[in-house]
T-cell receptor, first 113, second 112 residues
Framework: DAEITQSPRHKITETGRQVTLACHQT?????MFWYRQDLGHGLRLIHY???????NKGEVSDGYSVSRSNTEDLPLTLESAASSQTSVYFC????????????FGAGTRLSVL | DQQVKQNSPSLSVQEGRISILNCDYT??????FLWYKKYPAEGPTFLIS?????DKNEDGRFTVFLNKSAKHLSLHIVPSQPGDSAVYFC???????????FGKGTKLTVNP
């Protein structure tokens, strides 16, 4: 079955370190998204991509970057981790159809100490 | 500026009764709305959606109502079951965009 997987599921890091969260989907979807979920804020869009070599900034992109070198993967990099980036991160993917349905991974819980 | 608002952080109902979750939006350009359900330690899963050309969409126990003039939608769950206990997110999008704008979520607890 097609799926979307995130790794690691849990990560603890120190401030200032570079961290990369992986997202891999086997749906062959063109569109991929990264969100963060924080108490009191719901899901906020960090970056998104509509295809290979395409990346776009979302609502809360400062301190994050993404790259899209193939259809299946959209890794999220925290260039210099900050305590404010402690959060749960979700990756999602979708087809470009009228349904607009995004399919989410199980999430990565990141703690920056 | 929050474009999609879920003003009730939590809701508690008895098993078998109706659960009504509400969502308001401010952007009149939104033309497609989705509800997601999220269990702890899992990713959100799609539940039901509605296009702005409709005012109701039904799928089993779940019905979404859209009132465009009031910029309001609601999710009805009848009858509610303990397994429905989760956080429910309302999301909206504009035609031509693949991005979703999410509300903050409402935590539903269904008591046996």
């Amino acid at each position: 079955d097609a799926e979307i997987t995130q790794s690691p599921r849990h990560k603890i890091t120190e401030t200032g370190r570079q961290v990369t969260l992986a997202c891999h989907q086997t749906w062959n979807h063109n569109n991929m998204f990264w969100y963060r979920q924080d108490l009191g804020h719901g899901l906020r869009l960090i970056h998104y991509s509509y295809g290979v070599q395409d990346t776009n900034k979302g609502e809360v992109s400062d301190g994050y970057s993404v790259s899209r070198s193939n259809t299946e993967d959209l890794p999220l990099t925290l260039e210099s981790a900050a305590s404010s980036q402690t959060s749960v991160y979700f990756c999602a993917s979708s087809e470009s159809t009228s349904s607009k349905i995004q399919y989410f991974g199980a999430g990565t819980r990141l703690s920056v100490l | 500026d929050q474009q999609v608002k879920q003003n009730s952080p939590s809701l508690s109902v008895q098993e078998g009764r109706i659960s009504i979750l509400n969502c308001d939006y401010t952007n009149s350009m939104f033309d497609y709305f989705l509800w997601y359900k999220k269990y702890p330690a899992e990713g959100p899963t799609f539940l039901i959606s509605i296009s702005s050309i409709k005012d109701k969409n039904e799928d089993g126990r779940f019905t979404v109502f859209l009132n465009k003039s009031a910029k309001h939608l609601s999710l009805h769950i009848v009858p509610s079951q303990p397994g429905d206990s989760a956080v429910y997110f309302c999301a909206a999008t504009i035609g031509g965009s693949e991005k979703l704008v999410f509300g903050k979520g409402t935590k539903l607890t269904v008591n046996p």
